[in-house]
């Protein structure tokens, strides 16, 4: 059964860093990853959806890695704004039979950018 | 794409009551998802649809709980004799399946008082 972990599950920084989140699964036998924003209360936003042949994926200030082999995925947030302040979080598609392919994500990162 | 939208934003409804949730995917995707999420967790599955046809129920998902999809349009989730422990956050989510990714709603919040 596929795991996620997100690392750490909060993260405090100043405005203009540049910050990783973690992810990982213990699965390696992915279609894809693919990080989700979530603001208090919301949905989730899609930000990157990165395939298994890719190693990397970008979009503005995101940059997202892809690590199949090890397990890993991890997100690049350059220059990092207050509005940047939200929940992160990775999942990763597994099919589980009927044609359903079921997301299982992580916990999530809480990001809080101070201004 | 109009994207993923679900009504209402906001239930509150007393134990012991029915409520439905409505979720109107993106019109060209065939598979249509049910997730919940509770306070610092990540979504889990309730259900599957494809089409119209309800594939994959998770055991989350007690017998007061069932989903529609007519048409396999729009899909319905609807929680009979609430209780407590249905407050959460549903989300429902369309996708064209992989190596597509996943739209989700903006949630449907349920607080049970």
């Known amino acids: 059964k596929q795991e996620v972990t997100q690392i750490p599950a909060a993260l405090s920084v100043p405005e203009g860093e540049n910050l990783v989140l973690n992810c990982s699964f213990t699965?390696?036998?992915?279609?894809?990853l693919q990080w989700f924003r979530q603001d208090p209360g919301k949905g989730l936003t899609s930000l990157l959806l990165?395939?298994?042949?890719?190693r990397e994926q970008t979009s503005g200030r995101l940059n997202a890695s892809l690590d199949k082999s090890s397990g890993r995925s991890t997100l690049y947030i350059a220059a990092s704004q207050p509005g940047d302040s939200a929940t992160y979080l990775c999942?990763?598609?597994?099919?589980?039979?009927?044609?359903?392919?079921?997301?299982?994500f992580g916990k999530g990162t809480k990001l809080s950018v101070i201004p | 794409d109009t994207g993923v939208s679900q009504n209402p934003r906001h239930k509150i409804t007393k134990r012991g009551q029915n409520v439905t949730f409505r979720c109107d995917p993106i019109s060209e995707h065939n598979r249509l998802y049910w997730y919940r999420q509770t306070l610092g967790q990540g979504p889990e599955f309730l259900t599957y649809?494809?089409?119209?046809?309800?594939?994959?129920k998770s055991r989350l998902l007690s017998d007061r709980f069932s989903a529609e999809r007519p048409k396999g349009s729009f899909s319905t989730l609807e929680i009979q004799r609430t209780e407590q422990g249905d407050s959460a956050m549903y989300l429902c989510?369309?996708?064209?399946?992989?190596?597509?990714?996943?739209?989700f709603g903006s949630g449907t919040r349920l607080t049970v008082v």
């Open positions: 999942a990763v598609p597994a099919y589980s039979g009927a044609g359903s392919y079921q997301l299982t």
């Open positions: 990165i395939q298994s042949s890719q």
């Open positions: 989510a369309s996708s064209l399946g992989p190596p597509k990714g996943y739209t």
């Open positions: 699965d390696s036998a992915i279609y894809n």
């Open positions: 649809f494809q089409n119209e046809a309800q594939l994959e």
